[in-house]
């Protein structure tokens, strides 16, 4: 039985929530620990605060109270006895147990019924034999052998005679006369025989094995004859195993089945990879380690100009031999060509999406600088991503810097897929796909999550193979493939990574019917990348689009009890594991319109009007208010719904399904998505994001998304193994956190790295009534000084600290964070930041200073630095993005993510700093969107108060403090200001132009007369236009109108704007980088302000 007071698994912070909504003091529940497997924690409410006991169990299995002072040692055989002793009063608790909290009821038969639908009923039983009613118990159990005896034997008998019917029917003019006749005896006389074994429930049948060595006999001494031919020439070609006297596996002469098929399988296998091992040695030779896709010279189209004017130019981009050729035409010869050595760096324009600058070294020594324009931004980004390929593969380093992944998704529907499937893993079809020139750029690792696949492993492991083997010319290594139900992951990775990959994990969270169905759930994988910690969760969630607290549940239930990574992280779940997070698959969020909408919405699909749809996505609305997700990203959805499609069609979608219950809609959601998290101020882009549009066996289209992720190398220390360096320090300083807790209890500090050696605790800190009922724990300046493993740069401002904040008396985690190292400051106090979440829930903030110190040398540049993004001045700071922007948690981004920091900071910062506007370029922007160009100020916005212009501090320079440790807190006048103003239309996901560096806005910059800028917005170019002819000579338009009449702007005619857009441009003024943080709906913290991914996790 069990009492309404035992609340299982229920969260801590749900548990407080409970408590307090009773109001009286005495109520109390018990909940499992957070800290402890097989403990319990007493929660009590008295005086509006919540006191957690714990209860342990000793090895006599009885219950005791454990607690830092007060209550005397008892023990208990139940916990049931021990809630009764402390009913009463005086037993040392801070109040007697008086009124149990009862559990929450749960919606579990609407549930039952949603689940049920998608399960396909067994096959009806046949009639049972039943013995006649009369007679006693025993009369029946010893008639029923006895009848089931005389039907078995029957239907042996009835069986051979239709078997032999059978055989003569058949065309056995082939068969040896012997095999004939052994058959024949096999089903007159032996299969009644292991009829009986099976009666007797062996599975063992020997007649039929002593059949199968008669007709395999033959076959059994010719394979064992073939095997050792294949098996030598095998190693003969096997360009990975050095020579030698390899021993041949001894396997048994008998010919029976079990030896049969061994043999069958090795001989099917070796066949299968003999080809592919002599194409590989006659491809790459006998020194070749393993295979490699060669990609081939790609040329592009490009205009320059040339005094004022515009010529057609063609560059060539030779990956293999490391250079980029410029010709003046397609046939011609060549111009000039510079080596890898020589190309410095690429510099995207923010403005032009089609603009790219090349810095190139000349023979003197001297950098130029070259200007080309593309015929549109997805060759631009073709030949970007090309060069840095080439940067790559000829790179001095030993260790690559940044590896590619591709993410795919797919509910395949419980159907086998189409013969081809190779767009998917070449990111074509609909949305934000590859350029062409791209196609010959195999991903480092591919992360394969499907749903309802009807596929066994091996099946679907071919397919795979053989697919990425048909685009690539490479025979990927399968990393891990782990399947609950039919929901299933696979991630393969290049040969070349085979030793770099590490701490494999896999596992599985069920969260079906009651939670222990697998028909619903989660799959993950996570290793070490050499020093890089990925993680990947394929999760097919709750289906139906009015259950949405349901996925919800789901999504909470996978993050808790998903067991990937390291498990010495134990106080952080998966969003604080991994360098890298990336969570794909049905999450089944549907569009939260009416049934009598449908129309409209295949409607605004045909118009490809998806920002007016996407405010009505169920996964953006739960993001928005900080329910799922919590600091995740997505990119920017430009492809359409990819659910529920009639099969074997794009056409057309299929949103109605006729029930027994009535009439069922399915409207055209997007259902299929990729997310990402990852530590702040680490590298990733995204590349490509979107759907096929050719694979159409399922209801679902499979959707696409890669990314460039930076990644870290197994440093070594120069002082060599075994030795601490003692130069290195980190010290945190003037720490405190703020918590949304109701809890009494003391509280330390945590400190978890990779770069320590072990974990450090810190003491107590001393508590403070907050505002709003929040705690401040605020932490002296003698926490403990952590000391490094490494204090070498180039490792150490690659690190992060993970921080949990952990309670005396339970020892639970009551919010963890992330920061970052990455300071361009050394040896200086640095103001840091982050927030402190807890199960995927906003716990509060902890701030702080720290000095980091670090042993001498210098910190290299990465080769993912090798292309960045020149900042355009002409674009205003406020852009459509700012206004949609779905990532709360964003504050240090580039002009297309205006979310800057100094949305939190009231004062301003130092003199020199706000001058910092020189910095032209921030790092590794993806490019935008071809049809998502950045938007002109709204005109409210560029009215804002003066008081909120002054607290945005332009970007540091590079020798400033990172953006990623600098937080201060505003006043709460200013904060709850902004905080009241809150947007009420959901985010959006829009492009993004890289994270984590920022560069200066033209927004409040003053110009060389003195005069603000800030009120004048700049038209956006047309898109993807070349530069107009004679730039040089002939002012901008956006110049023109600030030198003419400031009233009169001369604009190119735009595209009409979507009510959505119009909705998020002229709704009530709001400064955005102030508040484009998660709303707070009067629960949070108003004066706080956003935090950015890159700054905090």
């Given at each position: 039985?069990?009492?309404?007071?035992?609340?299982?698994?229920?969260?801590?912070?749900?548990?407080?929530?409970?408590?307090?909504?009773?109001?009286?003091?005495?109520?109390?529940?018990?909940?499992?620990?957070?800290?402890?497997?097989?403990?319990?924690?007493?929660?009590?409410?008295?005086?509006?605060?919540?006191?957690?006991?714990?209860?342990?169990?000793?090895?006599?299995?009885?219950?005791?109270?454990?607690?830092?002072?007060?209550?005397?040692?008892?023990?208990?055989?139940?916990?049931?006895?021990?809630?009764?002793?402390?009913?009463?009063?005086?037993?040392?608790?801070?109040?007697?147990?008086?009124?149990?909290?009862?559990?929450?009821?749960?919606?579990?038969?609407?549930?039952?019924?949603?689940?049920?639908?998608?399960?396909?009923?067994?096959?009806?039983?046949?009639?049972?034999?039943?013995?006649p009613a009369s007679g006693s118990s025993e009369a029946k159990e010893v008639a029923l052998p006895a009848?089931?005896?005389?039907?078995?034997?029957?239907?042996?008998?009835?069986?051979?005679?239709?078997?032999?019917?059978?055989?003569?029917?058949?065309?056995?003019?082939?068969?040896?006369?012997?095999?004939?006749?052994?058959?024949?005896?096999?089903?007159?006389?032996?299969?009644?025989?292991?009829?009986?074994?099976?009666?007797?429930?062996?599975?063992?049948?020997?007649?039929?094995?002593?059949?199968?060595?008669?007709?395999?006999?033959?076959?059994?001494?010719?394979?064992?004859?073939?095997?050792?031919?294949?098996?030598?020439?095998?190693?003969?070609?096997?360009?990975?195993?050095?020579?030698?006297?390899?021993?041949?596996?001894?396997?048994?002469?008998?010919?029976?089945?079990?030896?049969?098929?061994?043999?069958?399988?090795?001989?099917?296998?070796?066949?299968?990879?003999?080809?592919?091992?002599?194409?590989?040695?006659?491809?790459?030779?006998?020194?070749?380690?393993?295979?490699?896709?060669?990609?081939?010279?790609?040329?592009?189209?490009?205009?320059?100009?040339?005094?004022?004017?515009?010529?057609?130019?063609?560059?060539?981009?030779?990956?293999?031999?490391?250079?980029?050729?410029?010709?003046?035409?397609?046939?011609?010869?060549?111009?000039?060509?510079?080596?890898?050595?020589?190309?410095?760096?690429?510099?995207?324009?923010?403005?032009?999406?089609?603009?790219?600058?090349?810095?190139?070294?000349?023979?003197?020594?001297?950098?130029?600088?070259?200007?080309?324009v593309f015929a549109d931004s997805k060759k631009r980004e073709g030949f970007c991503q090309l060069l840095?390929?080439?940067?790559?593969?000829?790179?001095?380093?030993?260790?690559?810097?940044?590896?590619?992944?591709?993410?795919?998704?797919?509910?395949?529907?419980?159907?086998?897929?189409?013969?081809?499937?190779?767009?998917?893993?070449?990111?074509?079809?609909?949305?934000?796909?590859?350029?062409?020139?791209?196609?010959?750029?195999?991903?480092?690792?591919?992360?394969?999550?499907?749903?309802?696949?009807?596929?066994?492993?091996?099946?679907?492991?071919?397919?795979?193979?053989?697919?990425?083997?048909?685009?690539?010319?490479?025979?990927?290594?399968?990393?891990?493939?782990?399947?609950?139900?039919?929901?299933?992951?696979?991630?393969?990775?290049?040969?070349?990574?085979?030793?770099?990959?590490?701490?494999?994990?896999?596992?599985?969270?069920?969260?079906?019917?009651?939670?222990?169905?697998?028909?619903?759930?989660?799959?993950?994988?996570?290793?070490?990348?050499?020093?890089?910690?990925?993680?990947?969760?394929?999760?097919?969630?709750?289906?139906?689009?009015?259950?949405?607290?349901?996925?919800?549940?789901?999504?909470?239930?996978?993050?808790?009890?998903?067991?990937?990574?390291?498990?010495?992280?134990?106080?952080?779940?998966?969003?604080?594991?991994?360098?890298?997070?990336?969570?794909?698959?049905?999450?089944?969020?549907?569009?939260?319109?009416?049934?009598?909408?449908?129309?409209?919405?295949?409607?605004?699909?045909?118009?490809?009007?998806?920002?007016?749809?996407?405010?009505?996505?169920?996964?953006?609305?739960?993001?928005?208010?900080?329910?799922?997700?919590?600091?995740?990203?997505?990119?920017?959805?430009?492809?359409?719904?990819?659910?529920?499609?009639?099969?074997?069609?794009?056409?057309?979608?299929?949103?109605?399904?006729?029930?027994?219950?009535?009439?069922?809609?399915?409207?055209?959601?997007?259902?299929?998505?990729?997310?990402?998290?990852?530590?702040?101020?680490?590298h990733v882009v995204c590349q490509s994001y979107g759907s096929t549009s050719d694979i159409m066996t399922?209801?679902?289209?499979?959707?696409?998304?890669?990314?460039?992720?930076?990644?870290?190398?197994?440093?070594?220390?120069?002082?060599?193994?075994?030795?601490?360096?003692?130069?290195?320090?980190?010290?945190?300083?003037?720490?405190?956190?703020?918590?949304?807790?109701?809890?009494?209890?003391?509280?330390?500090?945590?400190?978890?790295?990779?770069?320590?050696?072990?974990?450090?605790?810190?003491?107590?800190?001393?508590?403070?009534?907050?505002?709003?009922?929040?705690?401040?724990?605020?932490?002296?300046?003698?926490?403990?000084?952590?000391?490094?493993?490494?204090?070498?740069?180039?490792?150490?401002?690659?690190?992060?600290?993970?921080?949990?904040?952990?309670?005396?008396?339970?020892?639970?985690?009551?919010?963890?964070?992330?920061?970052?190292?990455?300071?361009?400051?050394?040896?200086?106090?640095?103001?840091?930041?982050?927030?402190?979440?807890?199960?995927?829930?906003?716990?509060?903030?902890?701030?702080?200073?720290?000095?980091?110190?670090?042993?001498?040398?210098?910190?290299?540049?990465?080769?993912?630095?090798?292309?960045?993004?020149?900042?355009?001045?002409?674009?205003?700071?406020?852009?459509?993005?700012?206004?949609?922007?779905?990532?709360?948690?964003?504050?240090?981004?580039?002009?297309?993510?205006?979310?800057?920091?100094?949305?939190?900071?009231?004062?301003?910062?130092?003199?020199?700093?706000?001058?910092?506007?020189?910095?032209?370029?921030?790092?590794?922007?993806?490019?935008?969107?071809?049809?998502?160009?950045?938007?002109?100020?709204?005109?409210?916005?560029?009215?804002?108060?003066?008081?909120?212009?002054?607290?945005?501090?332009?970007?540091?320079?590079?020798?400033?403090?990172?953006?990623?440790?600098?937080?201060?807190?505003?006043?709460?006048?200013?904060?709850?200001?902004?905080?009241?103003?809150?947007?009420?239309?959901?985010?959006?996901?829009?492009?993004?132009?890289?994270?984590?560096?920022?560069?200066?806005?033209?927004?409040?910059?003053?110009?060389?007369?003195?005069?603000?800028?800030?009120?004048?917005?700049?038209?956006?170019?047309?898109?993807?236009?070349?530069?107009?002819?004679?730039?040089?000579?002939?002012?901008?338009?956006?110049?023109?109108?600030?030198?003419?009449?400031?009233?009169?702007?001369?604009?190119?005619?735009?595209?009409?704007?979507?009510?959505?857009?119009?909705?998020?441009?002229?709704?009530?003024?709001?400064?955005?980088?102030?508040?484009?943080?998660?709303?707070?709906?009067?629960?949070?913290?108003?004066?706080?302000?956003?935090?950015?991914?890159?700054?905090?996790?």
């Open positions: 039985m069990v009492h309404c007071w035992n609340h299982g698994n229920i969260t801590r912070s749900k548990a407080e929530e409970l408590l307090s909504k009773t109001g009286k003091d005495g109520s109390f529940l018990v909940r499992a620990s957070e800290s402890i497997s097989r403990a319990y924690a007493l929660c009590v409410l008295f005086r509006n605060c919540v006191y957690t006991y714990r209860i342990l169990t000793n090895e006599e299995e009885k219950f005791t109270v454990q607690a830092s002072e007060g209550v005397p040692v008892r023990f208990f055989t139940s916990l049931d006895q021990l809630i009764e002793f402390y009913k009463k009063e005086n037993m040392g608790l801070v109040t007697h147990l008086q009124y149990p909290v009862p559990l929450e009821e749960e919606d579990a038969g609407d549930e039952l019924e949603e689940e049920t639908e998608f399960f396909i009923s067994p096959p009806e039983l046949p009639p049972r034999n039943l013995p009848d089931n005896s005389r039907v078995m034997e029957h239907s042996a008998l009835s069986l051979s005679e239709t078997l032999l019917q059978r055989l003569q029917g058949l065309d056995t003019s082939g068969l040896p006369e012997e095999h004939l006749k052994a058959i024949q005896d096999y089903v007159n006389t032996q299969m009644a025989l292991d009829a009986e074994f099976v009666k007797t429930g062996s599975s063992n049948l020997p007649h039929l094995k002593k059949l199968v060595m008669v007709l395999c006999k033959e076959l059994y001494s010719e394979v064992a004859r073939t095997l050792p031919s294949l098996e030598s020439m095998q190693r003969l070609f096997d360009q990975q195993l050095s020579p030698g006297i390899w021993p041949r596996p001894q396997m048994s002469a008998e010919a029976n089945p079990v030896n049969i098929i061994a043999r069958l399988g090795q001989l099917t296998s070796l066949l299968s990879s003999l080809e592919d091992k002599v194409k590989a040695f006659l491809g790459e030779g006998p020194e070749s380690t393993h295979r490699r896709s060669l990609i081939p010279p790609v040329t592009f189209e490009v205009k320059a100009e040339s005094l004022g004017i515009p010529q057609k130019m063609q560059l060539k981009v030779d990956v293999e031999s490391g250079k980029l050729i410029i010709k003046k035409s397609k046939d011609g010869p060549e111009d000039k060509f510079y080596s890898h050595k020589k190309i410095l760096q690429l510099i995207k324009s923010q403005k032009f999406h089609n603009k790219l600058v090349i810095i190139v070294e000349t023979e003197k020594e001297k950098t130029l600088r070259k200007e080309y840095q390929q080439m940067k790559n593969r000829h790179s001095e380093q030993p260790e690559p810097d940044m590896i590619t992944i591709f993410i795919g998704t797919w509910n395949m529907g419980d159907t086998a897929p189409p013969k081809k499937i190779t767009s998917w893993f070449l990111s074509k079809g609909q949305g934000k796909t590859r350029d062409d020139s791209a196609d010959y750029i195999p991903h480092d690792i591919y992360v394969i999550g499907t749903q309802e696949d009807p596929l066994g492993d091996k099946e679907w492991l071919e397919i795979l193979k053989h697919s990425l083997q048909e685009i690539t010319d490479i025979s990927f290594k399968t990393i891990a493939i782990h399947t609950l139900w039919n929901i299933r992951i696979v991630v393969l990775a290049k040969p070349e990574h085979e030793n770099r990959i590490s701490h494999i994990c896999t596992n599985n969270v069920k969260t079906g019917i009651a939670n222990t169905l697998g028909n619903k759930g989660a799959v993950g994988v996570s290793f070490m990348f050499n020093g890089t910690s990925l993680g990947f969760v394929n999760s097919h969630l709750t289906s139906g689009s009015e259950k949405k607290l349901r996925r919800n549940q789901n999504y909470m239930s996978i993050l808790r009890f998903l067991a990937l990574g390291d498990k010495k992280l134990s106080p952080f779940n998966i969003t604080h594991r991994f360098t890298h997070l990336f969570w794909l698959g049905d999450l089944n969020y549907r569009l939260e319109l009416p049934p009598s909408e449908a129309e409209n919405i295949i409607q605004k699909i045909k118009q490809q009007q998806y920002s007016e749809l996407l405010l009505h996505d169920q996964l953006l609305m739960e993001r928005k208010d900080q329910k799922v997700f919590l600091h995740f990203e997505e990119e920017e959805i430009t492809f359409a719904p990819t659910y529920r499609f009639e099969r074997h069609t794009r056409e057309k979608y299929a949103y109605t399904k006729q029930k027994a219950t009535g009439m069922k809609y399915n409207l055209p959601s997007w259902c299929d998505r990729v997310l990402w998290k990852s530590y702040p101020l680490v399922s209801d679902h289209s499979p959707v696409f998304a890669t990314f460039e992720a930076g990644v870290t190398s197994q440093f070594v220390s120069k002082n060599g193994p075994g030795n601490v360096d003692s130069q290195g320090q980190i010290e945190f300083l003037k720490c405190y956190a703020t918590l949304k807790t109701k809890s009494q209890t003391k509280f330390y500090l945590e400190f978890h790295s990779s770069c320590l050696e072990s974990f450090v605790k810190s003491q107590e800190g001393e508590n403070e009534e907050g505002t709003e009922g929040e705690l401040v724990v605020k932490f002296a300046d003698d926490l403990p000084k952590l000391t490094p493993i490494i204090s070498d740069p180039e490792y150490l401002l690659d690190q992060h600290i993970l921080i949990s904040i952990k309670s005396s008396d339970s020892d639970e985690s009551y919010g963890e964070g992330c920061i970052a190292l990455r300071s361009e400051a050394t040896e200086s106090v640095v103001p840091i930041y982050t927030a402190l979440t807890h199960h995927g829930e906003m716990m509060g903030h902890f701030r702080g200073e720290i000095k980091l110190q670090t042993s001498q040398g210098k910190k290299r540049e990465r080769l993912y630095d090798f292309v960045k993004t020149e900042r355009d001045e002409a674009i205003g700071q406020k852009s459509l993005k700012s206004l949609t922007s779905h990532d709360p948690v964003k504050h240090w981004e580039c002009p297309s993510r205006p979310s800057d920091l100094g949305k939190n900071m009231a004062d301003p910062l130092p003199a020199e700093e706000q001058q910092t506007s020189k910095p032209e370029m921030f790092e590794n922007p993806l490019y935008g969107s071809v049809s998502s160009f950045p938007k002109p100020v709204p005109r409210k916005e560029q009215e804002s108060p003066k008081a909120l212009r002054k607290d945005r501090p332009a970007c540091p320079d590079p020798g400033a403090p990172s953006p990623a440790i600098i937080l201060t807190k505003p006043p709460e006048g200013e904060s709850s200001k902004l905080a009241s103003r809150q947007i009420s239309a959901p985010f959006l996901p829009v492009p993004r132009m890289r994270s984590f560096t920022c560069s200066s806005s033209a927004e409040g910059k003053t110009t060389s007369g003195g005069e603000k800028t800030q009120g004048k917005p700049k038209p956006p170019p047309p898109s993807e236009t070349p530069v107009p002819a004679k730039r040089p000579v002939k002012p901008a338009r956006s110049e023109m109108s600030q030198q003419g009449n400031p009233g009169q702007t001369h604009r190119p005619p735009l595209p009409a704007k979507s009510p959505a857009v119009l909705h998020l441009q002229h709704s009530k003024a709001r400064d955005y980088r102030e508040s484009s943080e998660l709303p707070h709906h009067g629960k949070h913290w108003p004066e706080e302000g956003p935090v950015s991914r890159t700054s905090m996790q």
